[in-house]
């Protein structure tokens, strides 16, 4: 037998008429202008530019595929024939390959690998309590829930959990089913009882219930763990209500002698409620599987992150020679090479070529940025035409992509101060519905009719299963956990949720000038030249003295002068004059440079450029005198450019009701040219970082939320010390260390993003929160049976579950809009 599909999607005339994502599966329309990549001569198509990154990475893991039945080597990007099983991907060569793989598809998969392990080192947490952390796998002491890896690997397979539940759930299914089905049947006219004769009815329950109670055991020993460890939660009341039924059900059963004549039948069979007690626990599982499912999109966003970085990297040899090696044997310094479409494989500097990077999915910002020989580059970031060599400066766990994983993955699992009010809820919750449930029981029981002790048992059942919990556990960290996923996606890193909470409460927001509002570094402005000399003169002669000096107006000089292609000159006989500029000689001519008390000490006129100066000035500028042979040449202002995204993002800050207030330790004049152009509310020029830490306190004594950004050494006393601070994240570490927020893109437009997820989590929080109460509120009077008297009705244990488990989706579903939250 042939043992291998040649055929390729774009140049075989016999390939099939499918064209798969040869990475996700995915049909694809060739015509449909989707992402592509040629390789070895054949193109392939991809539904995104995130399949596509990953094929250029390494293209042999994508191009075949094993069918697992018969063995055959299949293509991937053309096999017509796919399934997907326990989240992997598996290809056959036919539809009877399929076929057998979908009806006994554990036959087929002895020898599959097994799951990528997690990393050494990787520690585990509790979903519902972040407070319980060890280093391996296992069952939370408090809850018995199964922990859960703090960190998600990109390698790992479906959350174990989730696979095993849902495994559970399609055996114990139609079991439940069954049962349900023999129980109602006489509600609907089929005797299956006097068919088969009550007591072997009852056995038949029995026999369909009982597997599912054991495979639901899982529910019943987090309950118990819930007891011992005093902690009662969602699974006290479940394995109170759901083990009642079946106990119930089974003595019953096995001794009806038991029970007053008022509860037996004419059979003399006391009532059972094996369906109640299966349907119950499929329901409730159905829940949990729905919700570790919502769980591992919550997770999408740090994945998506993680499979920015390629697998492999091509390393430079100083001989020349390029090999491929794996990213964690990459060491500081090496040289690498990044070709057109690959991702940037760790953090570094450009050494050599030019090209365009695209950002955007740790800026969220959607244009390419050029990047030419010193331009930083970092990891994870897609080269989009060019090909440049790199050198490495951070890698492994130092890279920004990985802090950037680690923070999120931090956020996710920290808790709100808005959960406290639901955990103080909870404490006394499920004691009181236990309460409940035992005076309904009694008031069913004494003032009920006939059967009274049945109707009572019901009730108590009802009241258990409707109260659990869940969604009120649920509200909070689902929509932290979205949140936060859907802002890494944005260029917003949220250190905890706390931060999160308190930045949708802020009124006041203080920002550094230098780097937050501007650039963060000078550029030549203005070059007027007098009278005789032309501008390419002017920025020669001036740029021939700055070459000397490392003062930053200096570099700005002759980087602009190259820009404005001016003649590169050299001077001698240099002399920097502290406070006042710098002198020289510059092709036979005597030059200066400087502040108008240098063109004084030299007995130069500057009356022509006076009344300029000052005008410059007024804006923000510095002005800079220039003379030759004693004589006036031109001025020439420097400045700290506004960034472009800023004075939108002023805008946008003060529609959001947020006071804006500048503190710089730069000169009043231009901090107060720069506001006045900004529209800043307040302006606070010349403040040490004592005044900006002394400014923030002021500001929070007299009641204001105060939020402060900037990204400098000196910001980071003001970043502790106000209720928020934003780093941004071009800026110093200790800046961002000292932030509960983080702009990956440090420009004031990361500020209105943060803003408004921040608003919009609070509003998703809260009516989460409006849900969970509400239902309860509701849900336990009517389980009570406050219905009854009025209209007869009596809420089912079943119907209990199901509204139970409703509310729980209700909650998740919610949650999840913030994944499309507009920022």
């Given amino acids: 037998m042939t043992d291998t599909h040649s055929e390729h999607p774009a140049t075989s005339p016999t390939a099939s008429k499918i064209t798969r994502d040869p990475v996700c599966g995915m049909t694809v329309d060739p015509k449909a202008g989707k992402p592509t990549a040629e390789h070895d001569g054949h193109t392939y198509h991809f539904c995104s530019d995130g399949c596509r990154k990953k094929f250029v990475s390494n293209p042999d893991t994508y191009l075949t595929a094993k069918d697992p039945v018969c063995g055959m080597t299949v293509d991937r990007a053309t096999a017509a024939h796919m399934s997907k099983h326990e989240g992997q991907r598996f290809y056959f060569c036919s539809s009877g390959c399929q076929s057998k793989f979908d009806t006994e598809s554990e036959k087929y998969l002895g020898d599959q690998p097994a799951p990528e392990p997690m990393p050494e080192g990787t520690q585990y947490t509790c979903p519902m309590h972040p407070e319980i952390i060890q280093d391996h796998p296992g069952d939370c002491p408090k809850c018995g829930m199964a922990l859960e890896p703090m960190t998600p690997s990109a390698d790992a397979g479906p959350n174990p959990e989730f696979v095993d539940f849902k495994r559970r759930l399609w055996i114990t299914a139609p079991l439940a089913f069954m049962v349900f089905a023999l129980e109602m049947g006489s509600h609907v006219g089929i005797p299956f009882a006097d068919w088969i004769g009550h007591t072997a009815f009852g056995w038949v329950q029995f026999v369909l219930a009982t597997p599912v109670v054991l495979i639901c055991w899982p529910f019943f020993k987090r309950g118990w763990s819930s007891v011992v460890n005093r902690s009662p939660n969602m699974w006290t009341l479940i394995a109170l209500g759901t083990g009642a039924a079946y106990l119930f059900s089974v003595i019953s059963l096995i001794a009806p002698q038991l029970f007053p004549d008022s509860m037996r039948d004419d059979m003399g069979m006391a009532p059972v409620y094996f369906e109640a007690a299966a349907v119950i626990l499929v329901l409730v599982l159905m829940g949990q599987v729905m919700e570790l499912a919502a769980r591992e999109r919550t997770g999408d966003a740090i994945r998506a992150l993680m499979d920015l970085a390629p697998k492999t990297a091509r390393r430079v040899s100083a001989d020349g020679t390029e090999r491929d090696v794996p990213l964690e044997d990459l060491r500081t310094d090496d040289v690498l090479r990044v070709r057109p479409g690959e991702s940037v494989p760790v953090d570094g500097v450009v050494t050599e070529g030019r090209s365009s990077v695209d950002e955007s999915m740790i800026s969220g910002e959607p244009v390419p940025v050029e990047k030419v020989e010193g331009e930083p580059v970092t990891g994870g970031t897609i080269n989009k035409t060019g090909s440049f060599l790199m050198k490495a400066q951070n890698v492994g766990a130092d890279t920004t992509l990985n802090r950037i994983v680690e923070m999120v993955a931090k956020a996710q699992r920290s808790r709100a101060p808005i959960q406290a009010m639901a955990d103080r809820v909870a404490v006394y919750f499920v004691p009181a519905v236990v309460g409940v449930s035992l005076l309904s029981f009694a008031a069913w029981a004494i003032f009920g009719p006939t059967p009274a002790l049945s109707y009572a048992f019901v009730a108590a059942v009802s009241v258990l299963i409707i109260a659990c919990p869940c969604a009120l556990g649920l509200a909070t960290p689902m929509s932290i956990m979205v949140a936060t996923g859907r802002g890494a996606g944005a260029g917003v890193l949220i250190r905890d949720a706390e931060a999160l909470e308190r930045f949708a409460k802020i009124d006041v927001l203080i920002v550094d000038k230098t780097g937050t509002l501007t650039e963060g570094k000078p550029a030549l402005t203005d070059a007027e030249p007098a009278d005789g000399m032309d501008e390419t003169t002017l920025l020669s002669l001036a740029a021939a003295l700055e070459r000397?000096?490392?003062?930053?107006?200096?570099?700005?000089?002759?980087?602009?002068?190259?820009?404005?292609?001016?003649?590169?000159?050299?001077?001698?006989?240099?002399?920097?004059?502290?406070?006042?500029?710098?002198?020289?000689?510059?092709?036979?001519?005597?030059?200066?440079?400087?502040?108008?008390?240098?063109?004084?000490?030299?007995?130069?006129?500057?009356?022509?450029?006076?009344?300029?100066?000052?005008?410059?000035?007024?804006?923000?500028?510095?002005?800079?005198?220039?003379?030759?042979?004693?004589?006036?040449?031109?001025?020439?202002?420097?400045?700290?450019?506004?960034?472009?995204?800023?004075?939108?993002?002023?805008?946008?800050?003060?529609?959001?009701?947020?006071?804006?207030?500048?503190?710089?330790?730069?000169?009043?004049?231009?901090?107060?040219?720069?506001?006045?152009?900004?529209?800043?509310?307040?302006?606070?020029?010349?403040?040490?970082?004592?005044?900006?830490?002394?400014?923030?306190?002021?500001?929070?004594?007299?009641?204001?939320?105060?939020?402060?950004?900037?990204?400098?050494?000196?910001?980071?006393?003001?970043?502790?010390?106000?209720?928020?601070?934003?780093?941004?994240?071009?800026?110093?570490?200790?800046?961002?260390?000292?932030?509960?927020?983080?702009?990956?893109?440090?420009?004031?437009?990361?500020?209105?993003?943060?803003?408004?997820?921040?608003?919009?989590?609070?509003?998703?929080?809260?009516?989460?929160?409006?849900?969970?109460?509400?239902?309860?509120?509701?849900?336990?009077?009517?389980?009570?049976?406050?219905?009854?008297?009025?209209?007869?009705?009596?809420?089912?244990?079943?119907?209990?579950?199901?509204?139970?488990?409703?509310?729980?989706?209700?909650?998740?579903?919610?949650?999840?809009?913030?994944?499309?939250?507009?920022?």
């Fill in 548 to 823: 000397g000096s490392e003062h930053p107006l200096a570099e700005a000089i002759v980087a602009g002068a190259q820009e404005r292609g001016a003649p590169k000159q050299d001077s001698s006989d240099f002399e920097a004059i502290t406070g006042k500029g710098v002198t020289g000689v510059v092709d036979g001519r005597k030059v200066a440079l400087g502040n108008a008390a240098l063109m004084q000490d030299l007995g130069i006129d500057t009356g022509a450029f006076a009344d300029r100066a000052k005008a410059l000035q007024s804006e923000g500028k510095t002005a800079m005198f220039v003379a030759g042979d004693g004589k006036p040449a031109g001025l020439i202002g420097v400045a700290d450019r506004i960034k472009d995204t800023t004075p939108d993002a002023i805008r946008a800050l003060h529609d959001l009701g947020m006071r804006i207030i500048m503190a710089t330790g730069d000169a009043k004049a231009t901090a107060e040219a720069v506001g006045k152009t900004l529209k800043i509310d307040e302006i606070h020029a010349e403040v040490s970082p004592e005044d900006k830490n002394a400014l923030v306190r002021k500001l929070k004594g007299e009641g204001m939320s105060v939020a402060m950004a900037g990204d400098g050494v000196n910001d980071a006393p003001a970043l502790a010390e106000a209720d928020v601070g934003i780093a941004m994240g071009t800026g110093a570490d200790v800046a961002v260390e000292s932030a509960g927020i983080t702009l990956v893109k440090g420009d004031l437009g990361g500020i209105v993003r943060a803003r408004r997820l921040a608003e919009a989590t609070m509003r998703n929080i809260r009516q989460n929160l409006f849900f969970a109460f509400v239902y309860n509120t509701a849900g336990v009077p009517l389980a009570a049976g406050i219905l009854y008297p009025f209209f007869g009705i009596l809420l089912s244990p079943v119907v209990a579950a199901a509204a139970m488990s409703l509310s729980s989706v209700s909650v998740i579903t919610n949650a999840l809009r913030l994944r499309s939250e507009k920022l």
